[in-house]
């Protein structure tokens, strides 16, 4: 039923000799740099820049933005080969621009807002980052306290937000703020374009975090922005919040099959060679069954995958299916993962192997994208009303 087409197969094929030339090379400098201490377990900006022009080389650029702003316009599906094969690397990489905000502008942009945020973005020349998240909570954004007041013809911003990822390249956030508390989730909660450099818009610190990543705290104090930075209709900003999370939940359902592949990969090598007691690993029934569950793990995850975005691209409604996703996902890849880890021994546990980046990156894909606790109330509370 998921057969992939020709096309598909092809740039499958060319991503995944992308990450052999490209990133696999670069994994192990990073890795190697920080375990003498010399340098961020993350790609530097140079480094970033080489990957993006080597991408654009290679045509793995606006792979799913649209062909009128020179992308390939690729559905939701085509996406899933490409970002499997990324999901081999334990260093995440993207190819510009990123996914989830590409179809949030994409489904709500006015005109004028196209031609200064949407195009740029799509052919990879502006960066973005979006602000959801907040102090006193991120897990249930309907409850958000930043507020957006109508001020002077245009809107006034007021709060904190927290966790904020890319900020660091990002030319413009979207900032996601209450109009009207009394509706909130249900027609009150608005999507505005900021740009860094707005008065009134201060990044307060720069927040390390495991796995290499780095987020970023934000306060908007009286930032006033024009009616134009309004992104789509007034307390409508939730729905189209909800498809750029639904995009990033389906993209991390590939990029854990990808993870875990590798990890499986790299066990199945290895078992053969490693002898314990006289016998290679590979002939003992732990192993072995480690092996068959994380075969059988990543199939039916990549049968999720494919189905989350089919109904993404029939633009049906499958939230439930990607919160199923998102969790069965995310534990998959930490199981198979720490499986291969423990079968390398001590050598499992060295910072020069992947593994423990691999393992601390799925970590936090447990909770950004929402918490798993957060994902299985809703499958939960889906199950109860009898509607699977
Ligand atoms: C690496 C990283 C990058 C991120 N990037 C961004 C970004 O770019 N933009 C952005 O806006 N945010 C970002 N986030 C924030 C992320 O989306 C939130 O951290 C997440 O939604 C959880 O919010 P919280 O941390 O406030 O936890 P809370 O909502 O306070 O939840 C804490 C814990 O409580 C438990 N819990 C919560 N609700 C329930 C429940 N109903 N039932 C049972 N248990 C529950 C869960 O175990 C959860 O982990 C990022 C986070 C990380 C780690």
């Known amino acids: 039923m998921y057969e992939l087409t020709q096309e598909d197969r092809m740039l499958k094929d060319l991503v995944a000799r992308f990450v052999n030339d490209?990133?696999?090379?670069?994994?192990?400098?990073?890795?190697a740099r920080d375990a003498a201490g010399e340098g961020p377990l993350s790609f530097?900006?140079?480094e970033l820049e080489h990957l993006d022009a080597r991408a654009k080389e290679l045509g793995l650029w606006g792979l799913d933005a649209p062909a009128e702003f020179g992308g390939s316009d690729l559905p939701v599906t085509s996406m899933i080969g490409v970002n499997e094969e990324l999901g081999r690397c334990s260093l995440i990489y993207r190819f510009p621009p990123d996914s989830p905000n590409l179809h949030m502008l994409m489904k709500v942009c006015s005109e004028e807002q196209k031609a200064e945020y949407l195009a740029p973005y799509a052919r990879g020349e502006?960066?973005?980052a979006i602000a959801i998240s907040e102090p006193g909570g991120g897990g249930d954004p309907a409850s958000m306290r930043a507020r957006a007041q109508r001020a002077r013809?245009?809107?006034?911003?007021?709060?904190r937000k927290i966790w904020v990822s890319g900020l660091d390249r990002a030319d413009f956030v979207i900032v996601m703020a209450v109009t009207d508390p009394e509706?909130?989730?249900r027609g009150g909660i608005s999507a505005f374009l900021v740009d860094k450099g707005t008065p009134g818009f201060t990044i307060l610190r720069r927040?390390?975090?495991?796995?290499?990543r780095t987020t970023f705290e934000l306060a908007f104090d009286d930032c006033w922005v024009p009616e134009s930075k309004l992104l789509g209709q007034e307390g409508n900003g939730y729905g189209p919040m909800q498809l750029?999370?639904?995009t990033r939940r389906v993209q991390i359902g590939a990029i854990c099959v990808g993870r875990a592949k590798r990890a499986l990969d790299m066990l199945v090598e290895w078992a053969p060679q490693r002898k314990t007691f006289g016998v290679p690993l590979s002939e003992r029934q732990a192993i072995q069954w480690w092996m068959a569950d994380a075969a059988t793990k990543i199939h039916a995850t990549r049968l999720m995958t494919y189905d989350a975005a089919e109904k993404?691209?029939?633009?049906?409604?499958?939230?439930?299916e990607i919160s199923m996703l998102k969790v069965f996902a995310t534990e998959m890849a930490t199981e198979i993962v720490d499986h291969a880890q423990q079968a390398f021994g001590a050598m499992g546990m060295t910072r020069e192997m992947p593994f423990h980046l691999m393992a601390a990156q799925l970590r936090v894909m447990r909770i950004y994208e929402g918490p798993t606790e957060v994902h299985r109330m809703l499958v939960a509370r889906h199950v109860l009303q009898r509607r699977f």
């Open 207 to 212: 927040i390390p975090m495991i796995g290499g």
């Open 153 to 159: 013809g245009g809107w006034l911003i007021n709060g």
């Open 126 to 128: 502006k960066r973005s």
């Open 22 to 31: 490209e990133l696999m090379p670069l994994e192990q400098k990073i890795l």
């Open 183 to 185: 509706k909130r989730a």
């Open 244 to 246: 750029r999370l639904s």
């Open 44 to 46: 530097v900006r140079e």
């Open 312 to 320: 993404v691209t029939r633009g049906e409604e499958a939230r439930t």
